[in-house]
């Protein structure tokens, strides 16, 4: 039977942007060997971004120990580590001229840290190079290890953001790896050791219910997430998981509303939303 593929709705199209300044920043990291998310997880928004000389720096290599399906950064063994990163960031970071900067990374489960002292490294380095910038970091969950957790907090990042992602009943299809209980139980305890703020995202339109995502609201609410971010699932490619729904911008705005009123002190929900999308903008609000 001939199924329709899914047209992408306008709202969601974004057109090829190049100009000097995307030129510039794509140079700086080309000269310094850095990944980004922008690039390894097609972001939508990677031009608006590098247009405004920001980027999301991707740590510990381009590929990851886990396969979620909607994800489009590399399953493969993971590349050994790089000692001089943290240095190449910061430079990069002096550079771009940053002063809010946003650290993610594949999944390391081969780590036995999962990466934590990696990223602690790079924060350091940053603020080595300049203290007054804010950091974000965004992490794997390090197999809900506490230690891990920890050797992070102890940094001192601004805020500490790690994805639930979706709705439990389809983290066994979209994301088999991980557990909505072992991200939620992460983000808690990332508030019962310290005050600094935590973040979590989500996708819609792999197939969650409206329920669910209230449900999930409340379970975010209780553990005093500060931040919470919405924005529409895109498939990377066929291979990937597909879009069961494309949300009209008007529910954004309903779920933004309803997620206010059960607690939830900061939210950007919207169709291109992403995790460090504007994070800049988001930890100012």
Same mark, same amino acid.
């Given at each position: 039977?001939?199924?329709?593929?899914?047209?992408?709705? @306008?709202?969601?199209?974004?057109? %090829?942007?190049?100009?000097?300044?995307?030129?510039?920043?794509?140079?700086?990291?080309?000269?310094? &060997?850095? *990944?980004?998310?922008?690039?390894?997880?097609?972001?939508?928004?990677?031009?608006?971004?590098?247009?405004?000389?920001?980027?999301?720096?991707? %740590?510990?290599?381009?590929?990851?120990?886990?396969? &979620?399906?909607? &994800?489009?950064?590399?399953?493969?063994?993971?590349?050994?580590?790089?000692?001089?990163?943290?240095?190449?960031?910061?430079?990069?970071?002096?550079?771009?001229?940053?002063?809010?900067?946003?650290?993610?990374?594949?999944?390391?489960? #081969?780590?036995?840290?999962?990466?934590?002292?990696?990223?602690?490294?790079?924060?350091? !380095?940053?603020?080595?190079? *300049?203290? #007054?910038? @804010?950091?974000?970091?965004?992490?794997?969950?390090?197999?809900?290890?506490?230690?891990? %957790?920890?050797?992070?907090?102890?940094?001192?990042?601004?805020?500490?953001?790690?994805?639930?992602?979706?709705?439990?009943?389809?983290?066994?299809? $979209?994301?088999?790896?991980? #557990?909505? =209980?072992?991200?939620?139980?992460?983000?808690?305890?990332?508030?019962?050791?310290? *005050?600094?703020?935590?973040?979590?995202?989500?996708?819609?339109?792999?197939?969650?219910?409206?329920?669910?995502?209230?449900?999930?609201?409340?379970?975010?609410?209780?553990?005093?997430?500060?931040?919470?971010?919405?924005?529409?699932?895109?498939?990377?490619?066929?291979?990937?998981?597909?879009?069961?729904? =494309?949300?009209?911008? =008007?529910?954004?705005?309903?779920?933004?509303? %309803?997620?206010?009123?059960?607690?939830? !002190?900061?939210?950007?929900?919207?169709?291109?939303?992403?995790?460090? =999308? @504007? $994070?800049?903008?988001?930890?100012? &609000?």
């Amino acid at each position: 039977m001939f199924i329709e593929k899914k047209r992408l709705p @306008k709202y969601l199209q974004r057109g %090829i942007i190049d100009t000097e300044k995307t030129k510039t920043v794509r140079k700086i990291l080309r000269s310094n &060997c850095l *990944n980004t998310v922008c690039e390894a997880a097609r972001c939508p928004n990677k031009g608006e971004c590098y247009t405004n000389n920001t980027a999301t720096f991707l %740590i510990m290599g381009n590929n990851c120990t886990r396969n &979620c399906r909607f &994800c489009n950064i590399n399953y493969a063994n993971p590349e050994p580590l790089d000692i001089l990163e943290p240095l190449k960031i910061a430079d990069a970071v002096l550079k771009l001229g940053l002063n809010y900067v946003v650290i993610t990374s594949v999944t390391r489960d #081969d780590l036995v840290d999962g990466g934590a002292n990696h990223f602690v490294c790079v924060i350091n !380095k940053i603020k080595k190079i *300049n203290p #007054d910038v @804010k950091i974000e970091v965004l992490t794997p969950d390090f197999k809900g290890n506490h230690n891990s %957790i920890d050797i992070v907090i102890q940094a001192k990042p601004d805020v500490f953001n790690h994805n639930i992602e979706t709705v439990p009943s389809l983290y066994k299809k $979209a994301r088999p790896q991980a #557990d909505y =209980y072992r991200s939620l139980n992460f983000l808690q305890y990332i508030k019962l050791k310290s *005050n600094i703020l935590t973040k979590t995202g989500l996708m819609v339109g792999l197939g969650e219910t409206k329920d669910e995502l209230i449900s999930v609201f409340e379970d975010l609410a209780k553990i005093n997430c500060d931040i919470v971010t919405i924005g529409q699932y895109i498939a990377p490619s066929k291979k990937h998981l597909e879009v069961a729904k =494309y949300y009209e911008p =008007y529910e954004y705005k309903e779920l933004a509303e %309803i997620a206010k009123k059960i607690g939830i !002190k900061h939210t950007f929900f919207s169709p291109l939303t992403r995790s460090s =999308y @504007k $994070a800049k903008d988001v930890f100012n &609000c």
